[in-house]
């Protein structure tokens, strides 16, 4: 039973800072790949960050140099720090967990939580 639950989404004035918090259960969180995502109305759903058991980080270019992913072996968790946030930042933004045992690749995805950025 993996369960993956995002908190801190909300309303933020552009310019502003918010932080997500995805809390993980029920798998092995020390060598998962972790990763944000978010995906507006009408779009695709789109890589926002992603961070490794090694703790290698990546960013679409949209975000780099605005947000920053991080995890907490201790807690199980993994954030997203997310500073000067701008109108197309909005959309649902969701936390995601990729683990390759010996049963092969398994993907798990958060419920999603909403972010909107207004002017």
């Known amino acids: 039973q993996v369960q993956l639950v995002e908190s801190g989404g909300g309303s933020v004035q552009a310019g502003g800072s918010l932080r997500l918090s995805c809390a993980a259960s029920?798998?092995?969180?020390?060598?998962?790949?972790m990763g944000w995502f978010r995906q507006a109305p009408g779009q695709q759903r789109e890589m926002v960050a992603r961070i490794t058991a090694e703790r290698t980080e990546s960013y679409a270019d949209s975000v780099k140099g605005r947000f920053t992913i991080s995890r907490e072996f201790a807690t199980l968790t993994v954030y997203l720090q997310m500073n000067n946030l701008k109108l197309e930042d909005t959309a649902v933004y969701y936390c995601n967990a990729v683990t390759i045992y010996y049963r092969g690749r398994s993907e798990y995805w958060g419920q999603g939580t909403q972010v909107t950025v207004f002017s």
């Open positions: 029920g798998i092995l969180f020390s060598t998962a790949d």
